[in-house]
């Protein structure tokens, strides 16, 4: 049962009992522990959020005890507005109103986000910034509903949002044109070996997002979807993943990811953030370029930086929501980035 290598083994090293011994144990514990998980289940209680019909697998399944957690980033938000609302911190004299700098402050958790100087870059990139905030509110509530975002949405109390991203391409610098932006793992293709420009292809460029054809061997005719294409879109789908912290089936059908006749409503509320997204990357943040100092560039090519989905839901289905997905209010009483 045991094998003539046992034997063998134990015959040659008559004095090393161990060895063999911790082999077969780590075994044994291994097939132990899996029959256990088959035939008992698993240990941790899970609960599965449904996103399509049933039947379907369309569903994100979480451990109970992280959904019971909830987002930290709640109670963060709660104690910044209370600790800037109670705060007594001198005003600093700037190019706009106190009530916007207050409002500045609450918003971002920032004590002093405005400079004095009228010609500082801060303030000129903070102006550009509320701007943004207005027309994300006013013209892409598809996409972030009635709860609106506020600059406390990215920002988190820094200076410069975490979830931010640069271009790194070229990845692979002795090669050029499709072999230079792939099978180098890089932060913005999330650690894979996947295409290092899918974000500035499809989240600031108008690239297209989609798949080779379902059938094999067939002869790419002009305007028909690429492998480039179809590695692009598996980019940018594992970082839609990592970003929310969600699986495939939280938008597509698993028997039909390809048909948009039988997707999830979050699909159409994703493909809705794709254009904001973009309109974001190049009206304001490529806009930029030339006034932000050069230590907030990027470390390669030296662009301004790019948002994505990482840079406000920061692993959360919705940026700043409660275990229930409840989105917390953060526009109403703040006229000053477009709320009503």
Known sequence: MIGDWFWKWSKENPKNIYGPGILIGAIGG????????????????????QTGPRGTAMGVVKFTSDIE???????????????????????????????????????TGIPTLFSAREDSYQNTVASMMIGMTQAINSEWDGHVGDTGVNCYTCHRGEAVPSGIWFQVHPAVEVMEGWGAV?????????????????????????????????????????????WQDTERTFSLMNYFSNSLNTNCTFCHNSRAFYDTAEVTPQWATASIGIQMVRELNVDYLSALDGILPEERLGPILGDTPKAACMTCHKGYQKPIADQDLQSVDMVSGWSEIGAE
């Open 30 to 49: 291994a097939v132990f522990v899996g029959a256990m998980i088959v035939t008992w289940g698993q240990p941790y209680e899970t609960t599965t959020q």
């Open 182 to 226: 792939q099978n180098r793992v890089t932060a913005v293709s999330q650690f894979t070996s996947l295409p290092s420009d899918a974000l500035p292809k499809l989240l600031v460029e108008d690239g297209r997002i989609t798949v080779h054809d379902l059938d094999p061997r067939v002869a790419n005719e002009p305007g028909d979807p690429t």
């Open 69 to 107: 957690a909830g987002n930290p980033s709640v109670a963060s938000y709660a104690e910044t507005i209370a600790a800037a609302a109670a705060s007594e911190a001198e005003v600093v004299d700037s190019p706009v109103s106190d009530e916007l700098t207050r409002a500045m402050r609450e918003w």
